[in-house]
């Protein structure tokens, strides 16, 4: 390998920034954009049920290859689950709650409000968090669509349309819900820019927004999206249970109703996004440079003579790889060219090393 301690020259200007590449694709598996099926699982604890569900796109025993997403319920002050013990409301619901306003929100702020308000506030919600393997650096804003079935909310009384009795509704309604980026002011997050937080409105990918009442809040960049359970208390029959101390399984609605969707034909649409940085460093080797080794077939012996006498006046070496070090001559990345090259006296090499992160 060539240490290259010679000045190397980038291909930019002194200052500019690495150029960024940007990779969308679907964010199932084999890159596909939608998905019909979905399973939980039964190794899953029920102490862990009581919190979230792990959702999975294939019943193969092979799971981490399959898994997709997590769906959970929080409550602001920990209604619909039942207490864990110690403090008073100190449930499931609210430790959920708590764990996505740390996540998603400023230490100052202790609530979720709907986008652009500060009266429609978010008391509780349904939880998407995508498996951050799957997602990348983020979720793809304006390309992703979710199908939610209408349950048979309505046929029950709120305290006991808990998880077991939920089932998807007659109807065969099925609302589908998309961020609102379509919106020609918005700026996507490309570039390494963090992304907005948007709000989840109803619509379609293909056909857009048809309402701009915020049904939740979308954070491309964490892959969570928070659903308004009011919202879909109202528009899908969710009838979320919200009594104090009772174990109402409200997570699992939201996994009925994305899978019941699944099963009427309507799938879960989403891309993801990755961002690479890219560079390019031209390296010289003049040609009194790296023309000796240290390789065995080159020198013998345990004082280094060479192997060949002929190589004192007329070496011959050949460059394989490069390496890229700091000003402390730390090495901080190693380049291989595609196949060796020749090295002289009376040659030089021009080699341009394109890095990519």
Not at 80 to 107: F, M
Not at 183 to 191: F, I, V
Not at 250 to 271: C, E, Y
Not at 334 to 343: G, N
């Amino acid at each position: 390998m060539a240490n290259v301690f010679e000045p190397v020259e980038r291909a930019r200007s002194a200052g500019e920034m690495p150029e960024k590449l940007i990779f969308t694709r679907g964010l199932w598996s084999n890159n596909s954009g939608n998905l019909l099926t979905f399973f939980t699982s039964s190794l899953q604890n029920a102490t862990s049920k009581a919190y979230y569900y792990q959702v999975w796109q294939s019943a193969s025993n092979s799971c981490d290859e399959y898994q997709a997403f997590s769906v959970a319920y929080g409550h602001i002050s920990g209604s619909g689950s039942l207490n864990s013990g110690g403090e008073v409301s100190d449930t499931p619901s609210r430790a959920i709650y708590s764990q996505y306003r740390l996540l998603c929100l400023n230490p100052e702020e202790n609530s979720f409000y709907h986008y652009n308000s500060t009266t429609r506030k978010i008391n509780h919600f349904y939880a998407i968090n995508f498996d951050r393997n799957r997602v990348g650096d983020k979720l793809d804003p304006g390309n992703f669509e979710i199908s939610i079935a209408e349950l048979d909310g309505g046929s029950y009384s709120n305290n006991v349309f808990t998880g077991s009795n939920v089932t998807i509704a007659a109807s065969n309604k099925v609302i589908t819900l998309i961020d609102d980026s379509g919106d020609a002011t918005d700026t996507l997050g490309y570039g390494g820019i963090p992304s907005n937080v948007r709000s989840l409105v109803s619509g379609t990918i293909d056909g857009g927004i048809y309402s701009t009442e915020g049904y939740g809040l979308v954070f491309a960049d964490l892959g969570v999206i928070l659903i308004d359970a009011d919202m879909l208390n109202a528009s899908a029959s969710f009838n979320t249970v919200t009594g104090s101390n009772i174990a109402g399984d409200n997570s699992f609605k939201i996994f009925t109703a994305i899978s019941g969707a699944g099963d009427l034909g309507s799938p879960f649409t989403a891309r993801a996004v990755d961002i690479k940085e890219q560079d390019f460093y031209f390296v010289r080797v003049n040609n009194r440079s790296f023309n000796y080794s240290n390789n065995p077939t080159f020198k013998s012996g345990s004082n280094g003579e060479l192997a060949v006498s002929s190589f004192r006046f007329e070496p011959n070496t050949y460059v394989t790889s490069i390496g890229l070090y700091n000003d402390q001559r730390e090495l901080l990345a190693v380049a291989k060219v595609s196949q060796p090259l020749q090295k002289s006296f009376n040659s030089e090499l021009s080699i341009t090393v394109k890095l990519e992160y």
